[in-house]
């Protein structure tokens, strides 16, 4: 039985060492889908950043994590007292999302890379601490009748945080305001009700004096062209006896 030449057993060797090693490197390519980006940690002073792209890391040196730039909501209730002292209750949801710069992202990384399936966690806290103070400063009134100043009061307050921890508020919806304990809302939609039923009957009885005068008027004029006619015909016949 003849045996296999050595030389032929090397270079087949050979072809599955480089055939390994080819895909080791192919695997050490890593892809952000076009909502992603991918942060690169073990060389260099500060993460590299990748966005919406690929990336080769190098095999023991580095190591690669994906960070989602997809927006994210949080809905909240933050409750506290108004300007008034009137216990008031927000209820509202906010847009954000990883900011879109390189030092939004490596900041974003740096603090909740290990907990991107619960960052809405620490943001609610963040979000809380700035509505809270923004209630207290407005009436019940106010926040119902100026809800796009609220929310911009609150973009405003919780920006600047938030771009610190690479995040970046998209929007701030106030969907709801209550008076939990108290019948203050309840008691002024019955006023602002009532108001308007005086209204509407203020505005109907108006309209029934407007139309009473009209007619009148009408009258009148009717009276003197019949009383003007009846002096000429009296006139006429003067002249005419």
Same mark, same amino acid.
């Given at each position: 039985?003849?045996?296999?030449?050595?030389s032929i057993i090397a270079v087949l060797v050979a072809v599955l060492v480089i055939l390994a090693l080819f895909i080791f490197l192919l695997s050490r390519i890593r892809r952000a889908g076009p909502n992603e980006a991918l942060v690169i940690v073990g060389r260099g002073a500060e993460p590299k950043v990748v966005s919406g792209g690929r990336a080769f890391v190098i095999p023991v040196l580095?190591?690669?994590?994906?960070?989602?730039?997809?927006?994210?909501?949080?809905?909240?209730?933050?409750?506290?007292?108004?300007?008034?002292?009137?216990?008031?209750?927000?209820?509202?949801?906010?847009?954000?999302?990883?900011?879109?710069?390189?030092?939004?992202?490596?900041?974003?990384?740096?603090?909740?890379?290990?907990?991107?399936? /619960?960052?809405? &966690? @620490?943001?609610?806290?963040? +979000?809380?601490?700035?509505? $809270?103070?923004?209630? *207290?400063?407005?009436?019940? !009134?106010?926040?119902?009748?100026?809800?796009?100043?609220?929310?911009?009061?609150?973009?405003?307050?919780?920006?600047?945080?938030?771009?610190?921890?690479?995040?970046?508020?998209?929007?701030?919806?106030?969907? /709801?305001?209550? &008076? @939990?304990?108290?019948?203050? +809302?309840?008691?002024?939609? $019955?006023?602002?009700? *009532?108001?308007?039923?005086? !209204?509407?009957?203020?505005?109907?009885?108006?309209?029934?004096?407007?139309?009473?005068?009209?007619?009148?008027?009408?009258?009148?004029?009717?009276?003197?062209?019949?009383?003007?006619?009846?002096?000429?015909?009296?006139?006429?016949?003067?002249?005419?006896?």
């Amino acid at each position: 039985m003849n045996s296999i030449n050595p030389s032929i057993i090397a270079v087949l060797v050979a072809v599955l060492v480089i055939l390994a090693l080819f895909i080791f490197l192919l695997s050490r390519i890593r892809r952000a889908g076009p909502n992603e980006a991918l942060v690169i940690v073990g060389r260099g002073a500060e993460p590299k950043v990748v966005s919406g792209g690929r990336a080769f890391v190098i095999p023991v040196l580095e190591e690669a994590f994906t960070v989602s730039l997809e927006q994210s909501s949080i809905s909240l209730d933050v409750r506290g007292p108004d300007a008034k002292f009137i216990d008031t209750s927000v209820r509202a949801t906010v847009l954000f999302k990883v900011g879109g710069t390189e030092e939004a992202i490596r900041r974003a990384a740096q603090r909740f890379l290990n907990q991107q399936d /619960d960052l809405k &966690t @620490p943001l609610n806290q963040a +979000l809380e601490g700035a509505i $809270r103070p923004i209630i *207290a400063s407005m009436s019940v !009134d106010d926040l119902i009748a100026k809800r796009d100043a609220f929310q911009d009061q609150v973009v405003s307050s919780i920006k600047a945080d938030l771009a610190e921890q690479g995040f970046q508020v998209d929007m701030v919806n106030l969907s /709801d305001i209550d &008076t @939990p304990g108290s019948d203050y +809302l309840r008691n002024k939609a $019955r006023r602002e009700a *009532a108001r308007a039923r005086q !209204d509407a009957e203020v505005a109907e009885a108006e309209t029934r004096l407007a139309t009473e005068n009209a007619r009148l008027d009408s009258d009148e004029k009717i009276a003197e062209r019949e009383r003007d006619l009846a002096l000429k015909r009296s006139a006429i016949k003067a002249q005419t006896d």
